[in-house]
């Protein structure tokens, strides 16, 4: 394979060409809905019962017969006797959700009305139905509750809760294998002083706790030394995740082995994206798993981690994509970028200012947590002026 990117794929292109080529898990389990918070329902829900299952007063008053409030205003009341129970002449005191008395059609609202002794002034008029909520006004009995697909929520938790359903059958959480790739890697475990030329193998937990936080359950694999023997032996080791995920290895370096073994194993379908950090990205297929292949410099690989390994992961589990959150803020600096790529310009907020940190540098992984976010710079654009106002991309 040619070790030069003669060819650079525009990152929507890259994006859609590779989910395309993502089939999303199909494994399911019956779990508690305690449980459920975030995960994705794999079938519908059918509601078991009416909500409410009874006529229930909407309000705090008095429960009466329609007809017996015509005419009824502040200026020409009408006197009905408390009771309880409701017939012509008669209303009963109820509050919110409270059975409505069996012959009652409204609720008079209390605030219309004055007390005097066991006598009540009413001085509204009532249509039928006011104020009364009906047998499964807010959920019909065996309607679909929720659609397959669903991403549940705690409020959704709640509704299922109120209907007595305490288990739902979700997708699996898909598993991700992450391997880390280089002769400079040392593993975390090791206690000392790295020796010169040598770092600490910390993409991996990055990457893992990411996977955790969009869903997946990350399975990390030992450092695998840059030799193409290794790294298909490793690959060949994980292909029962769902997701792959090889930090490293990925340019255009002799020592860059990792897409070449990709596409020995199965298909490349993208290698070199327009994208800035993160231009060496390599993504492709291996026995129908889909692998991401982002750089080993930090901050590079968290930017192809952004725009390629989240959208991937939410495909794999069957979860829509997660819009970013966005927030408007003024550049206290000019942003300058390189035409033909989608570049991630780092940024410090300080309210509604935004200030630009390591616009460029893709090594630099402490530039990143100093930062609340970025601003995210078209492929047609060269940059941004001092004083504009742009789009801030949260990290978190």
Known sequence: MDRIFRERMPVGQAKEKFLAAITPIT???EISIQACPGRVLATHIIAPRNVPHFRRSAMDGYAMKATDTLGASPLNPVMLQLSDVVEEGTCARVGTGQPMPEDADAVMMIEDTMSMGDMIEIRAQLHPGKNVGNIGEDIHKNEILFNKGQLLRACDIGVLASLGIREARVYCKPLVAIIPVGDDL????????????????SNSLMIGLYVEQWGGIPRYHNIVPV????????????????????????????????????????????????????KPTALGRVNN??????PGYPAAGLVALFV??????????????????IVKAQLSSKITSREGYLSYA?????????????????????????????VIIPEHVEGYEKASEVDVVLIE
């Open 227 to 278: 030799d193409d023997a290794q790294i298909e032996q490793a690959i060949k080791a994980n292909l029962d995740a769902d997701l792959l995920v090889v930090s490293g290895g990925t340019s255009v370096g002799e020592k860059d082995l990792v897409p070449e073994v990709v596409a020995s194993l199965g298909e490349l379908l993208v290698h070199g994206v327009g994208l800035s950090p993160g």
């Open 186 to 201: 040392i593993p975390l475990s090791y206690t000392e002083l790295p020796p010169a030329g040598k770092t600490l193998e």
């Open 289 to 294: 798993k889909p692998v991401v292949c982002m």
């Open 27 to 29: 494994r399911a389990e």
């Open 346 to 374: 780092r940024v410090i907020l300080d309210g509604s200012i935004a200030h630009p940190l390591m616009t460029a540098g893709a090594g630099i992984l402490s530039s990143i947590a100093r930062s609340q976010g970025f």
């Open 308 to 325: 390629f390994g989240r959208p991937a992961l939410r495909k794999v589990a069957n979860a829509p994509d997660v819009p970013d959150v």
